[in-house]
């Protein structure tokens, strides 16, 4: 039996709401900048702008293709190997303070590592449905799905990209947890990831600067703490409602990039504690209902997909708020929805439409369960007259 497809609406509207609204802190974090660059104050936001509008466009249409058409071997290896070669696409051009991250031509970039926050919860839900029965076989499971995740994580962190590698652990972690994985299978990795993780800090310098920066950001606050500084005192200075929107003083050459990493900073600085609340509370209520999408699916492919996809944007802008209030070191992370960036705002809109779709399809799973019990129930009629 089959239910009726019904849209979650709130699901989109939350999304849809956050991007919009991120659309808008774009134009007050980044109107003095753009003045000063091209002349006009709108340059970033028009950007940003058409960005969100396509991307609602995708969300909607990804909303409308079965998702289990993502099951399909082809697309799936088709997706993760488009994405390694992006990825490895980037190294052959000039780095942006520092880092190889930007695939650009002419005006445009495009940022490869927002496509691998997609393509790894894909392979995985594939791979560990297909594997359902010998989900801890290290030889024929565990070593093919870490062998994935090396791959995506390990050309994004030489970028390097050590927030989105993270990002990357947490999605896999999630999904091979929700998959029926023995908890001292999943400790073993994630320890092997948090040794990982303090290897990659103590190799780099400026990591290890932004560690003693995050132990003591004011004793650092003309290097490697200065951003966090400035974002500690323009959320400090926001109060319960803030200054105002475009009011804030911290964008005005004091916050470095206001309109990307550190946008939730304009948002704590303009609208306060009720802005900077609200933005948390949109994102719990994008858990809740992404997580509800997930746990309804009427298969384990929709279920492990639809976990990998929200955990990869939860995760994400945890980070970021975390790292903007200094409760994490500096990592150069965006929040989702909000921070600029068209591949982002792109990428994550598209990974709420394979949601959104998956949620249409719990109603079968909800039929099938009550025919189920319906059958259960009601006797079978003799024949005897």
Known sequence: MTGRLRTDWFLFATAAGLAMFGAAMVYSASAMIALRESQSQYTYFYKQFAFTLIGLGVMFVASRIDYRRYQNAYVVYGILIVTVLLLIAVFGFPP???????????????????????????FLAYFLT??????????STVIPCISALVLLAGIVFLEPDLGTAIVLCAVFSAVYFA??????????VAAAMVLLGIGA?????????????????????????????????????G???????AKGQAKLFYLPYPYSDFIF???GEELGLVGTLAV???FALLLWRGTRAA???????????????????????????????SILPAKGIPLPFISYGGSSVLVTLFAVGILLNISQHSGQKEVAERGEETEHKVPKRSNRR
């Open 96 to 122: 942006i303070n520092g880092a190889r991250r930007w695939i650009r031509f002419g005006g445009i970039s495009f940022q490869p590592s927002e496509m691998a926050k997609v393509a790894l919860p894909i």
């Open 130 to 139: 297909k594997h359902e029965n010998t989900v801890d076989e290290l030889k």
């Open 179 to 188: 998959a029926g994985a023995k908890i001292v299978h999943i400790a073993t």
């Open 201 to 237: 800090i103590l190799v780099a310098p400026w990591r290890v600067e932004r560690l003693m920066a995050f132990l003591d950001p004011f004793a650092h606050s003309d290097d490697a703490g200065y951003q966090v500084v400035q974002s500690l005192y323009a959320i400090g200075s």
């Open 239 to 245: 109060g319960i409602i803030g200054e105002g929107f």
């Open 265 to 267: 900073s304009v948002v």
């Open 280 to 282: 948390v509370i949109a």
């Open 295 to 325: 746990l309804l699916a009427p298969d384990r492919f929709g279920m492990l997909l639809g976990i990998g996809i929200i955990t990869g944007i939860i995760v994400q802008a945890l980070f970021n708020i975390s790292v903007v209030i």
